[in-house]
Structure formats: C-alpha cells, structure tokens
C-alpha cells in the first residue's frame, strides 16, 4: 500500500513539475528519416543542390535526409505531393521559381504556394543568360539587337517551355525590346535547347547559366549579358544586362526549400538556420560557385515575400504578352 502510495505521489509530482526529458522528446526533430521531394528529373541544378544539402543535413542532425525525385508538369506533381504531406517537418520540397509562377500559368494546379507551404529559405541563386551560337557576329547585346532588328526573320531563340523561363524571355524580347519578329523555340529541358543553340539551329539561347556555363568556358558559345542586378560570380566578364543598356530586366534562377503549411515553427526556423549554416562552409560555396549559384541562405520571411513579388511580376508579364493559362 505504502509503495504504491509513494509512486502515486511521485507520478503526480513528475506532471506538475514537468519531467525534464518530456520536451525534449516532444520537440525533438527529427525523429525518423526526412524525404527531401525533387519534382524534376535526377541531373538538373535543383537535384544537385537537394543532394548536397541531404548529405550536410543528416550530417548536422544525425538522421538520414534522403532525395526522391517525383518529376512531371513543371514541378506540379511533386509540389502536389508535398503540399498533402504531414505537416511534421519530415516531407520537404526542393523548389525553383516555377514554384510560384506556376500559380499564374497553370490553370489546375494542385496547390497554392503560399497557402499550403511555409518557406524554409532560398537556398541559392543563379542568373539567366543570352548567349549566341559563334557564328552569329554580335559581340554585345547592343550588336545583336540591331542584327535582329535589321533582319529579325533571319534569328531565333532557344528558351524553355510555359514558366519563368518562358516569361522572362517574352518580358525581355517581346516586351522590353519589342522584337516581335524574334521566333522562340521552345524546349522541354535546358539539354535538348543547349545542343540546338550548339549546333546552330538556333543561333540565341536564352536559359538559365548553369546548363549553359561549361559551354561558355569552352567558347562553345558566346555569352552577352546576365540577368542579375550584379555580374555573376563565376563569369564576371559577362556584363549585366543592365550595363549593356536593357534596364528593368532582373531575374534570378532561384534553389529553395518549403515545408507544408502548419509545420511547427520551431522544426521551420531550425532548418533555416541549418541550411545557413551549411552553405556557408568552404567547401559547400565551392561547390555551388562551380555550378555557377551563389549562395543566399535568405530568412524565411523573404522568402514569402519573394514568393509574392514572383506571383506578381510574372502574372502582369502573363497579361501584357497576352499568353493564355493553361
């Protein structure tokens, strides 16, 4: 009787005072292997990146962060996916800016990007690029302006299909320099538009810099201006497009990480702070400079907003280039 008291005494002691191993044991995070969702195929920049940072996440929390690759619809059914995940911290998106914009072209998208997602952090940028086949004689983009202008049957340009890269192309030629007599040809994948532009189908590409950089490097192509507010890291020869005298067309391929909404706030900010940490270290910037990202690690709140201001510009682009949802 007295044994039994005594532990009836001691159990209600332990709730009110509160175990010191109950909190931690309720917060701990994470508790089983996380599976970091990359909506587009092995190979690409985000794959890379979403690799890079499983391997330095696991390694920092001692649990297994492990890719699966769900690709299809721009990125769609993979976001999709995640957007029904529990929201516990261990089902994770690995996003491109087609994250947002696909919420202003795609009609039936499965889910609502500041909805159903709280942003972790953007991970890593990378500027877009015009560059030309050799053959084509302009050495700035002032040249091939005028090139274009004077024969603008004789040029076309490869570019991705409906998404950012579609629309910063028509918010650049169509829209910013109005050569509407400029053919787009679109691809569905960065390959397939390098190899054309390498061998002259089209004679300008139009694409993010990482799947056209080893292409620079070797003088395969010829790069004339990048579409970041500053000259990229990687290529600082290559001027902006700014300096080459085209305003008011900034954009940045963008690597981030989101979680379902509702995830707890505290598992979020960890992971921010985890993925600051980890592109800070030497050998991570190395990395990421050799695909031609730089690093970033923004807070999660600028990651909303950049979020928004992407649904913004790019459903106004929608809308002056007169190009329908699908």
Do not use: C
């Amino acid at each position: 009787m007295k044994q039994r008291l005594f532990l009836a005494v001691f159990t209600a002691a332990l709730l009110a005072a509160g175990s010191p191993h109950a909190e931690p044991a309720a917060n701990a995070y994470p508790s089983r292997p996380v599976r970091m969702v990359v909506p587009y195929p092995a190979g690409g920049p985000s794959d890379l990146l979403g690799r890079l940072l499983a391997q330095k996440l696991g390694d920092r929390l001692g649990q297994s962060f492990y890719v699966e690759n769900v690709s299809g619809a721009s990125g769609a059914v993979g976001a999709g996916q995640v957007a029904q995940a529990a929201p516990d911290g261990h089902t994770l998106l690995v996003v491109t800016n087609d994250f947002a914009v696909a919420s202003v072209t795609n009609a039936k998208l499965p889910y609502d990007p500041i909805a159903n997602f709280s942003p972790v952090t953007i991970v890593a940028t990378s500027p877009q690029v015009v560059a030309v086949n050799p053959t084509v004689p302009a050495k700035t983009m002032k040249e091939l302006i005028d090139l274009i202008r004077a024969s603008p049957d004789k040029y076309n340009y490869a570019g991705l299909g409906i998404g950012f890269g579609q629309l910063s192309a028509e918010r650049l030629f169509r829209l910013g320099l109005k050569l509407d007599g400029l053919t787009r040809v679109p691809f569905n994948g960065a390959a397939p538009a390098v190899n054309s532009t390498l061998a002259g189908h089209t004679q300008i590409i139009f694409l993010g810099l990482p799947p056209v950089a080893p292409h620079l490097s070797a003088e395969k192509l010829r790069a004339l201006g990048v579409t970041s507010p500053e000259r990229a890291t990687a290529f600082p020869q290559i001027p902006t497009l700014r300096e080459s005298g085209v305003p008011d067309q900034e954009s940045e391929l963008l690597i981030g990480v989101v979680a379902p909404a509702g995830t707890p706030p505290h598992v979020v900010s960890l992971l921010q702070k985890e993925v600051a940490g980890i592109v800070a270290l030497p050998d991570v910037k190395s990395t990421l400079g050799s695909l031609s990202f730089q690093a970033v690690a923004s807070t999660r709140g600028q990651f909303a907003d950049q979020i928004k201001d992407d649904i913004a510009v790019w459903g106004k682009v929608m809308k002056d280039a007169n190009i329908p949802v699908n």
